[in-house]
């Protein structure tokens, strides 16, 4: 079995200038409790919401591993405004699999973008994109994972290491659960150093400079044969200028 190796955390106070230097930072739950000055408790009820995800209905190798649900909003300073639902669209140059589709995903719960640790979070990144590229209105895409090992394997990362077409990427582990792999790997994008670890603990959150390094999560498969297992994440992004496909 491969070992699991530990995120290099970063201290809250710290987090632009190591995502300036590095390209990437890792809070950890508490770290982003602090940072956010929102109990980690308020984060951890949002994961209810999980359990109740529709099925990808676009996955191109065939699978039946990922749920989702989307969501859009700006950002500008501290306003956070939902954006009327639409569609998800990448260019086939950052998303080789299911670029140049336009995929329509079921909207986000109206109750989970309602909540005082999401808006907090939503605000929370918005800042730390000014904070790399200065102050503007960011626009911003939600997604819901959950990746299960209903048929012995599930792919986090089908189209494998890639880019987004954004200016910053935040994964949050919101949930694991009998399952093996699920390792982040994170690459210089013009360069050779690269870093492995996993995400173990609920609200862990990676935040990737997209214009510098390359992402990706290995497949899962079940701990305990026969038992369900799953990967639960949110991945949200924040892009400058618009939306992609705009």
């Not at 359990?51 to 209905?57: K, Y």
């Not at 999560?217 to 044969?225: A, G, N, R, Y």
Request: glycine share 10%; with cysteine.
């Amino acid at each position: 079995m491969s070992l699991a190796f530990s995120p290099p955390f970063t201290p809250p106070d710290r987090l632009v200038p190591t995502l300036r230097q590095d390209g990437y930072a890792v809070l950890s739950p508490q770290g982003v409790a602090d940072w956010l000055s929102t109990p980690l408790a308020q984060f951890e009820a949002l994961h209810g919401d999980w359990a109740q995800l529709p099925p990808d209905e676009y996955l191109k190798d065939g699978g039946r591993y990922r749920t989702r649900r989307h969501a859009c909003f700006t950002v500008d300073g501290g306003a956070l405004e939902q954006a009327p639902h639409r569609a998800h669209w990448q260019p086939v140059e950052y998303n080789a699999l299911h670029g140049g589709m336009q995929r329509w995903f079921a909207p986000m719960e109206a109750a989970t973008v309602a909540q005082p640790a999401w808006q907090q979070l939503m605000r929370g990144l918005g800042e730390v994109a000014s904070g790399m590229r200065g102050a503007q209105r960011w626009y911003v895409e939600a997604h819901q994972f959950r990746i299960d090992t209903a048929d012995g394997i599930g792919r986090p990362t089908p189209e494998g290491a890639h880019r987004d077409g954004v200016d910053l990427v935040a994964v949050a582990l919101v949930g694991r659960h009998n399952i093996k792999g699920g390792e982040t790997r994170v690459f210089e994008a013009s360069g050779r150093r690269g870093e492995r670890f996993t995400l173990t603990e609920p609200w862990t959150l990676l935040l990737l400079d997209d214009a510098r390094v390359i992402h990706e999560s290995t497949p899962i498969q079940p701990l305990i044969e026969g038992e369900p297992g799953w990967r639960d994440t949110l991945v949200v992004t924040c892009r400058s200028g618009g939306f992609q496909g705009d």
